[in-house]
């Protein structure tokens, strides 16, 4: 299909739409060459201006499905449908809140998704730093096929083991113990399978490594064995790693979606993921507890953003640059 | 002599002892949800589901990857993944990019800007997707009556338009990681050189191209290889937007097999296309293996 065609059947309204967008970037185009060409001494607060409006501009367009989700949660539903929409509430309804809260679960999904991601990070980090010391300090027989077994688990992501796994602990129903803690529906079920992490043990066997090779003799002298060394020398100098670590399980298991949603089956144990998927079914005449779903939903992570930006960018992009 | 040799002995044998016991947790993890289901996947691929349950399942060898992959069901799933990639890892890649460079000045205020870009990294593919489902939803989406589609189905419902729109959806939500990513590359160019190509006269694009551009490949080559790996593993946003529809054209691979399985009751089906989906993760990350390696000799 050629172009013109392609452009001769989209709705005028949606040709607006592009003729708007096009309109922005060649206006954020100029003024990124204003800005670029002003002079110091001529130009330096036109630029500047330019600058933030250029800056605001973006900032707006990232922003504008957020914003439209919070007016949105604060309209009537009635309200919601009205053309020309409403962009501004002024008469907000703050109860949607504390109905996606409790009528909507909200609050039940979100401690069930802090649950569980707080154990699979502290899991994570106990079983990686366990194994990344055995690898980086211990010498023993298959050292290094046993190593790179751990590599290769980074080979075979979940969606490729997914059906299988929900198999294995559906059959653990039948098994005493097991079943209860670990069954189809159980918080076990959501955390176990993601108690080991290849990437995390290498994560930390690198930082390991890079530690002063007499660190461990000097160590040894003062009396201190594997454990004493691991817990006191080892770990507290592996810290940025581990926070490194910290994060990239945080997010993994706070944003998971295809396990949790194959193994649990009641709002007692679904995380807010999966919650949400319950809410977007809702009614169109609760369609305001959605949108307020989706914002409880989004904010403990984006005040864990506004806190931790630093260092969220510096572990986030851990390993990704040079340098 | 002797004794020492025995306690020697037994030294290493204790270290080799405590090395297992260290390394044990997690072997007995990826044994139970790796290992196995990785190799129970070739088991199941081999024996055909039967029509209806209580039926014993038939072996049936390699008769069913021939028919699976051979299947214009799996072709299309393919194409539609692939295609799902082409259109969100380049541009969620450049739209960072773009934001990156914009937000790369020194500027007061500047970290207001700089959080508001990474701001969809607090968003999950379920909350971007629910936000969006219903932007564009025909009754009540803002989105579905700027584009001016009025009261006509959403773009999701719409043959020509689903797969663009959940692209765009992952685009978006992908933004903020795609944004943090390429400032951190950004800040890794060095300003004593960009200096220098402005003092020997070179302009803002060609200090772009031929300073910035080069330094950043590697970060780009990184985004790019991991975006691909996972815009072959999307599920969320198939499963809440459009659940693969409509007639096919949004369902990706792994939406394929959590239909083949947990619909259609079939393991073997599900089975083969996994070990696909798995053949074309490994591919990608020997690419960036192999292109780590060579970043690894550069720097010697």
Do not use: C
């Amino acid at each position: 299909m050629s172009a013109d065609v392609m452009l001769a059947t989209l709705t005028p309204g949606f040709q607006r739409f592009l003729v708007v967008i096009a309109l922005l970037v060649v206006a954020a185009i100029v003024l990124a060459i204003v800005s670029a060409k002003a002079t110091p001494h001529t130009a330096r607060r036109a630029s500047a201006v330019n600058r933030y409006l250029l800056l605001t501009m973006l900032a707006l367009i990232v922003l504008f499905p957020i914003y439209v989700t919070v007016v949105n949660s604060l309209l009537r539903p009635d309200v919601i449908g009205h053309r020309p929409p409403t962009l501004f509430p002024t008469h907000p309804l703050w109860n949607t809140y504390s109905s996606a809260w409790s009528d909507g679960h909200l609050g039940r999904y979100l401690f069930n998704s802090f649950f569980v991601t707080l154990l699979i990070v502290i899991g994570q980090i106990i079983t990686a730093v366990l194994a990344a010391y055995a690898f980086a300090f211990l010498a023993f027989p298959l050292k290094r096929f046993i190593f790179v077994l751990f590599l290769s688990t980074l080979m075979v992501p979940a969606e490729v083991t997914f059906f299988t796994n929900y198999q294995t602990v559906s059959s653990f129903r039948n098994v005493p113990v097991l079943g209860t803690i670990a069954g189809y529906n159980t918080y076990g079920a959501l955390v176990v399978p993601f108690l080991a992490t290849g990437f995390g043990a290498f994560l930390i066997r690198q930082a390991f490594m890079s530690l002063p090779r007499d660190l461990r003799d000097a160590a040894a002298l003062d009396g201190y064995g594997h454990w004493r060394f691991m817990t006191r020398v080892a770990v507290p100098l592996a810290r940025p790693a581990i926070a490194s670590l910290a994060l990239f399980s945080f997010f993994g298991a706070w944003n998971q979606y295809l396990w949790p949603l194959v193994v649990t089956n009641d709002d007692n144990h679904r995380t807010v993921q999966i919650g949400l998927r319950q809410l977007a079914g809702a009614s169109v005449d609760r369609i305001n507890v959605t949108f307020a779903g989706t914002i409880l939903a989004a904010l403990p992570l984006f005040v864990l953003l506004l806190v931790f930006q630093k260092q969220l960018v510096r572990g986030l992009t851990a390993g990704a640059v040079k340098g | 002599m002797t004794t020492e040799r025995v306690h020697r002995f037994s030294r290493r044998t204790r270290e080799a002892a405590l090395g297992y016991l260290l390394v044990l947790p997690s072997l007995l993890i990826f044994g139970t949800f790796v290992f196995y289901p990785f190799f129970r996947n070739f088991q199941l691929s081999l024996y055909r589901t039967p029509p209806f349950p209580n039926l014993p399942k038939r072996y049936v060898g390699f008769q069913q990857f021939h028919d699976i992959l051979g299947s214009a069901e799996f072709r299309n799933s393919l194409k539609v993944t692939l295609l799902f990639a082409v259109m969100s890892v380049p541009t969620g890649i450049i739209l960072g990019l773009i934001l990156a460079v914009v937000a790369h000045q020194r500027l007061r205020g500047i970290t207001i800007y700089r959080t508001i870009f990474s701001s969809t990294v607090a968003t999950s593919v379920a909350v971007a997707s629910v936000i969006f489902f219903t932007l564009l939803n025909p009754a009540i989406g803002l989105l579905n009556y700027w584009l001016g589609r009025g009261h006509a189905p959403s773009p999701l419902d719409d043959p020509k338009w689903a797969l663009v729109a959940v692209a765009g959806v992952t685009v978006w939500q992908n933004l903020g990681i795609a944004f943090i990513l390429m400032s951190a590359g950004l800040q890794a160019v060095p300003d004593e050189l960009l200096e220098s190509a402005r003092v020997d006269g070179a302009g803002v694009w060609s200090r772009f191209r031929n300073v910035t551009l080069p330094l950043l490949s590697p970060t780009l080559f990184f985004a790019t290889v991991v975006g691909g790996i996972l815009a072959f593993q999307a599920f969320g946003q198939i499963d809440l937007l459009t659940k693969g529809g409509p007639n096919g054209h949004t369902n990706v691979l792994v939406y394929a097999i959590y239909t083949s399985v947990f619909r259609d009751n079939d393991t073997g089906k599900g089975a083969v296309l996994a070990i696909a989906l798995f053949v074309i993760t490994l591919v990608l990350t020997l690419v960036q293996l192999r292109f780590l390696e060579r970043r690894v000799q550069y720097e010697r």
